[in-house]
């Protein structure tokens, strides 16, 4: 009998131990401030609507309208992932060369609806505000600039074994600022891909 009271108090207890692990493990599943999907970014072309910048070295029209910016960034969403309709706010960090081959460092938050038809498509509208950390053409010497962010997207869902990702082409519209030489002058229209999971 006292074996057999023991072996019960002991499958008692490792229930309720598995119990409280299972309750511990949701309760972080569920909570706000854990990221429910990422994203990597990868830039980009730039369009400059009033005037180019002719001496660019990855100019892809004589003018310099066009511009090739080769960078990269990393993101993150939370309350719902990447394939969930609905808002989310989002942050992203990142690096840049702007048209004069000068590094460019962001960092933005936002938030941004997606919607998500039965197919598989993805329509996205973020808006935010961040900051950019570039350099002047002209003393060389590093400045910041706040900067608000509003951006389209259009991507769909694709499956890689067992993954989910969502890649995506971004449109972002950038307002002249002319704290830094790489937003100076003229407002621009810049485009990128990202890719969620």
């Known amino acids: 009998m006292r074996l057999k009271a023991l072996g019960l108090a002991i499958l008692s207890a490792c229930s309720i131990a598995g119990a409280n692990q299972l309750e511990v493990a949701q309760q972080q599943q569920q909570s706000p401030w854990i990221p429910k999907g990422y994203s990597l ?13 002719p001496e ?16 990269i960034g990393v993101g993150a969403e939370w309350l719902k992932s990447p394939f969930e309709k609905g808002w989310r706010p989002w942050v992203e960090i990142g690096w840049f060369q702007d048209c004069s081959d000068y590094a460019l460092y962001h960092g933005y938050v936002g938030v941004k609806y997606r919607y998500l038809t039965q197919g598989g498509w993805s329509f996205g509208f973020s808006i935010g505000g961040g900051v950019n950390y570039g350099k002047d053409w002209d003393t060389g010497d590093y400045n910041w600039e706040a900067i608000p962010i509003v951006f389209i997207s259009l991507g769909h869902t694709i499956t890689l074994g067992n993954h989910k990702l969502l890649p995506e082409i971004n449109i972002t ?25």
């Open 56 to 71: 660019a070295p990855r100019k892809l029209d004589s003018n310099g309208r066009w511009v090739f910016n080769p960078g």
């Open 173 to 197: 519209y950038v307002p002249e600022n002319n704290n830094i030489s790489g937003t100076a002058g003229t407002d621009l229209i810049f485009t990128f891909i990202s890719v969620s999971f």
């Open 41 to 53: 970014y990868f830039f980009g072309v730039s369009y400059h609507l009033r005037e180019g910048v």
